[in-house]
Every structure is written in structure tokens, then in C-alpha cells.
């Protein structure tokens, strides 16, 4: 998703693209936050 998304901003400058690929790291990042922390709880 996140790489048809930036392709499609690249060659349209379409800023909707551009904040679909935003929102999409976003969520990324968010997913491996959680993981790191539930990883943490299971060590402890």
C-alpha cells in the first residue's frame, strides 16, 4: 500500500496519494510501537 501510494504521488504530485502514504507509515510505525511493547510485557 505504502509503495502505490508514493509511486501514484510521484508521478501525479496528487497530494491525496502523498497523504494516503502518510497515513499508511503512520499506521505502520503505530503496529511495531505495540509490538515492541506487548514484547516487552511477555520478558518482564
Known sequence: MRS?????????GNIDAYLLFKDAESV???S???EEKSEEKIEQ
Open 4 to 12: 502505490f501510494s508514493w509511486n501514484c504521488f510521484a508521478v501525479t
Open 28 to 30: 505502520l510505525y503505530r
Open 32 to 34: 511495531e510501537e505495540r
